[in-house]
């Protein structure tokens, strides 16, 4: 590692876990919503990136959604949480098992408003009744649809068929964003090179009403970002 990275890593610990208990103080989604995006600020002006939103007009004042995106870095909840500071919309992020018992990351994703994806249960029931409950408390839903960062070539990875089942079980209408910049390159080149300023683009599409079969969600969100299968 370089000293770059290594200033990188111990200064987005801190920050991290600072927050993280800046966040058990907080039990209303509107301050919950301010210390994210504060947060997430604080990371990516460390790293000199910028978020270009394109078609930020599309994104809903408020109401209750569920939020999708394509997954590439570790940040892509930062350029999410940026790209919506401007909403009243606040979203329980889908969160891995391993992210909850990160030494790291833990505290924050415990309270920075989530529900814990354990992939390993024998059962799912208790995932979906916390979504309902999340999502009856006025919230909506953010999620990763690939399950995983993609680290392929292609612009995006398999979806998964829980993001759509979300959506019907809770009624939600399915707010469709596409990080269009290969972020896990811009990131890597921050972390090496904070001084250059890099932009991050990320693109609003329109809702896609969860009721609508005429195609797959998967099917829906490439036809919106014109991505090729």
């Not at 990371?43 to 959604?65: H, M, R």
């Not at 500071?85 to 924050?108: C, D, M, Q, R």
């Not at 991050?200 to 998967?218: C, M, N, Q, V």
Request: proline share 3%; charged share 30%; aromatic share 10%.
């Amino acid at each position: 590692m370089t000293l770059n990275q290594i200033k990188m890593a111990i200064y987005s610990i801190i920050v991290t876990n600072y927050y993280g208990f800046k966040l058990t103080k907080i039990d209303n989604s509107i301050d919950r919503k301010k210390t994210r995006i504060d947060y997430a600020n604080k990371i990516l002006d460390k790293l000199n990136i910028k978020i270009k939103v394109i078609n930020e007009e599309k994104i809903p004042k408020d109401g209750q959604y569920l939020l999708t995106s394509n997954h590439r870095t570790i940040i892509d909840p930062l350029i999410v949480e940026l790209a919506t500071k401007n909403s009243t919309i606040f979203g329980h992020w889908i969160a891995k098992k391993e992210l909850y018992n990160s030494v790291f990351f833990g505290k924050f994703t415990r309270n920075g408003g989530t529900i814990l994806l354990d992939r390993e249960a024998s059962q799912m029931s208790g995932f979906f009744k916390d979504i309902k409950a999340c999502v009856k408390d006025g919230n909506s839903i953010y999620i990763f649809p690939e399950g995983t960062r993609n680290k392929t070539d292609a612009p995006i990875a398999e979806f998964k068929e829980g993001a759509q089942i979300i959506a019907i079980k809770n009624r939600l209408p399915i707010l469709p964003v596409f990080i269009r910049t290969k972020a896990n390159d811009i990131l890597m080149d921050a972390v090496k090179n904070p001084k250059e300023q890099r932009t991050i683009e990320i693109e609003i599409g329109d809702l896609i009403d969860y009721k609508d079969r005429t195609l797959s969600f998967e099917e829906a969100y490439k036809k919106q970002f014109n991505i090729e299968s």
